[in-house]
């Protein structure tokens, strides 16, 4: 795997409200076109533009704790929700500030391969990181990689994965830093106020007390994989202020910082 520079790349997923926000995406952009010494690969999702396009084509939208279910007759809408539409307009958006983006999908270049889920959500894969090769090239050239999270599974059938998921996955293909943006500034914990540090014990209790909950649940989740599996924290922070994105690389304590499971020798 190639690494451009002395820190490991960074995956930043996006999604949410950022996407309808033109304002808030391009100074989102703006930050990481300032950032020289790491590269830089953009992961994102788009819940509220597939919600939006399937009411139109009068479909439902139906969730089982933060997670899409995903009949087989609305995979057209979303693939083309997620791969056409909002993959396109935040590369438009990256190109019109200078920055050299190019759109992808997860099987793109055989990147990832995708297995159907057993939760019973449906039309939803499951993710499993194969081959760096695209990316590696792409990040060598100085490109942005935009990928969104539709795959496909053996059979070439396209799949909606979760877009965490789909971010946790190009980190272990990268092996690479992880940040999730979000609408809020990380985690909350019981008295109500943004907890720093979060690991595998408290997770699971505030789970349980529904104080975690909703889309933050497999936020979370998918955390807490990425951090075990790659042996270091994961931020989860808001993207409503990107500036503090460059501080957060720095070090500072900005956001929930999800922590690995100590092992024990």
Request: hydrophobic letters at 45%.
């Amino acid at each position: 795997m190639i690494n451009l520079a002395k820190k490991p790349p960074l995956v930043i997923k996006i999604g949410g409200a950022i996407l309808e926000n033109v304002s808030a995406l391009d100074a989102l952009l703006a930050v990481l076109k300032s950032i020289k010494d790491q590269a830089i690969v953009l992961v994102h999702g788009g819940g509220c533009v597939v919600d939006e396009m399937l009411a139109q084509a009068g479909f439902s939208t139906e969730k089982q704790h933060g997670l899409r279910v995903t009949p087989k007759e609305q995979m057209p809408i979303i693939a083309g929700a997620l791969a056409g539409t909002v993959n396109k307009a935040i590369v438009a958006s990256a190109t019109s500030l200078g920055l050299s983006a190019v759109g992808l999908s997860l099987n793109d270049g055989d990147m990832v391969t995708c297995y159907l889920s057993e939760k019973g959500l449906g039309q939803v894969g499951e993710p499993k990181a194969h081959s760096s090769k695209l990316l590696d090239t792409l990040l060598k050239a100085q490109f942005l990689p935009v990928i969104s999270s539709i795959g496909a599974l053996e059979n070439g059938e396209l799949v909606n994965v979760n877009a965490d998921d789909a971010a946790v996955v190009i980190c272990q293909l990268l092996n690479a830093e992880l940040l999730l943006l979000t609408d809020v500034n990380g985690v909350k914990g019981e008295s109500g106020d943004y907890i720093h540090s979060l690991d595998q014990v408290l997770a699971q209790q505030l789970i349980a007390k529904g104080i975690i909950a909703g889309g933050m649940t497999a936020k979370v989740n998918a955390a807490l994989y990425a951090a075990n599996q790659l042996r270091r924290s994961i931020a989860v922070a808001s993207w409503q202020s990107p500036e503090q994105i460059i501080s957060l690389l720095n070090g500072d304590n900005i956001g929930t910082r999800i922590q690995p499971t100590t092992r024990h020798s």
